[in-house]
Nanobody, 117 residues
């Protein structure tokens, strides 16, 4: 079964940056639209950004202009999805997860992002 492994989180001050990575354990269908989600304490998990096979991107309003999603699954490479997060705000504090937009795979453990001074 495909496993998605997220990394790159940490503690950062407001205005700082982080780059999250997600790697699949095996080669998956390149046609999947991939997404980054986040879940803040006491809140539901929500999509933050998506990227389809053509590279078209969508962002949650609050992430627009600050976050950039990218993917690397060229040739026979295992899928990697990235989320560059700039100008981070305290409200970005959450666990971040990747999955397909339709949540086709089990959730990984996520990576924790804490934005605090």
């Amino acid at each position: 079964q495909v496993q998605l492994v997220e990394s790159g989180g940490g503690l950062v001050q407001p205005g700082g940056s982080l780059r999250l990575s997600c790697v699949a354990s095996e080669i998956i269908n390149k046609l999947y639209t991939m997404a980054w989600y986040r879940q803040a304490p006491g809140k539901q998990r929500e999509p933050v950004a998506t990227i389809n096979v053509n590279g078209d991107q969508w962002y949650k309003d609050s992430a627009l202009g600050r976050f950039t999603i990218s993917r690397d699954d060229a040739g026979n490479a295992k899928l990697a999805v990235y989320l560059q997060m700039n100008n981070l705000r305290p409200e970005d504090t959450a666990f971040y997860y990747c999955n397909t937009r339709s949540v086709n795979f089990p959730w990984g453990q996520g990576t924790q992002v804490t934005v605090s001074s």
